[in-house]
């Protein structure tokens, strides 16, 4: 099984910065695509970026220009840098990750999910 652990939000004004942080752990044998998503109040789940495990990365029209996402394989850990930020960026800043895992012998792909950050952007 995979936990990923969600950090680095917080409370920002407009146009500021913030870097979310969300490390894997457990038993896995390899994370594939690393990704964020959001849910603001009122609205569903939406995808924001995927980074792959060769580094190519995919971004939401709402964040390209502002949001960098990036990844350490050495450390299973992903990152979303998020510069000017506006007030519907707003939202529960959540982890995702495709994990390669063994089971009785067998490999299996599963996807995961993190508890959730909370970003707020107001004045």
């Known amino acids: 099984q995979v936990q990923l652990v969600e950090s680095g939000g917080g409370s920002v004004q407009p146009g500021g910065s913030l870097r979310l942080t969300c490390a894997a752990s457990?038993?896995?044998?390899?994370?594939?695509?690393m990704g964020w998503y959001r849910q603001g109040p009122g609205r569903q789940r939406e995808w924001v970026a995927t980074?792959?495990?060769?580094?190519?990365?995919n971004y939401a029209d709402s964040v390209k220009g502002r949001f960098t996402i990036s990844r350490d394989n050495a450390k299973n850990t992903v990152y979303l840098q998020m510069d000017s930020l506006k007030p519907e960026d707003a939202a529960v800043y959540y982890c995702?990750?495709?994990?390669?895992?063994?089971?009785?012998?067998?490999?299996?792909?599963?996807?995961?999910w993190g508890q959730g950050t909370q970003v707020t952007v107001s004045s």
């Open positions: 980074v792959t495990h060769g580094g190519s990365t």
């Open positions: 995702n990750a495709d994990a390669e895992v063994s089971f009785r012998g067998r490999l299996y792909q599963q996807n995961y």
């Open positions: 457990g038993s896995f044998i390899s994370i594939h695509a």
